[in-house]
T-cell receptor, first 111, second 112 residues
């Protein structure tokens, strides 16, 4: 079993729909990242969370440390949101900050 | 401002040829540096990390090596590439515990 599990693996939706991507992890962490990877491969960091909730534009990320679970929400989804979304955690108590990645969720938003 | 440069963006190399990918960071000192690989259809995997000049830790046994000749320079190398070395290679850096993580733009390597 992977330390970081994402669901769903693939998600197709219509423009305007509310999107939720889930991430569960099995280790204690100091932080959780949500990343976006576009078809060219480049990765952009969307959020870094250690507690609570963060919002940036149409994106919202939440984390529940006790339940070891995080969600990424996209409101009013748009075709340009189509990408792979990756959850990654920083296990606690380590010197180098070695991220452990989920397998990613491939999101396709159709016009 | 803090930036990370990674090159080349794409590379096609024959089996058995050498490899050198370079990553440099600007605007910070003593960063933690990382090389990740993403094989086709798979998630990102940490290959190497470095917490200082000359300090390299390897996470998985493989055909590759890494070096950090300067504080803000991280190099991924191979003497003889294998077909299985094909993939997308990402350099990244971080500074403090709990701090942000910044990724380079990546190198897509195809070994033929």
């Amino acid at each position: 079993k992977n330390e970081v599990e994402q669901s769903p693996q693939n998600l197709t939706a219509q423009e305007g729909e509310f999107i939720t991507i889930n991430c569960s992890y099995s280790v204690g962490i100091s932080a959780l990242h949500w990343l976006q990877q576009h078809p060219g491969g480049g990765i952009v960091s969307l959020f870094m969370l250690s507690s609570g909730k963060k919002k940036h534009g149409r994106l919202i990320a939440t984390i529940n440390i006790q339940e070891k679970h995080s969600s990424l929400h996209i409101t009013a989804s748009h075709p340009r949101d189509s990408a792979v979304y990756i959850c990654a955690v920083l296990p606690g108590s380590q010197g180098a900050q070695k991220l452990v990645f989920g397998q990613g969720t491939r999101l396709t938003i159709n016009p | 401002s803090q930036t990370i440069h990674q090159w080349p963006a794409t590379l096609v190399q024959p089996v058995g040829s050498p490899l050198s990918l370079e990553c440099t960071v600007e605007g910070t000192s003593n960063p933690n540096l990382y090389w990740y690989r993403q094989a086709a259809g798979r998630g990102l995997q940490l290959l190497f990390y470095s917490v200082g000049i000359g300090q390299i830790s390897s996470e998985v046994p493989q055909n590759l090596s890494a070096s950090r000749p300067q504080d803000r320079q991280f190099i991924l190398s191979s003497k003889k590439l294998l077909l299985s070395d094909s993939g997308f290679y990402l350099c990244a850096w971080s500074v403090t515990r709990g701090g942000g993580y910044t990724f380079g733009s990546g190198t897509r390597l195809t070994v033929v």
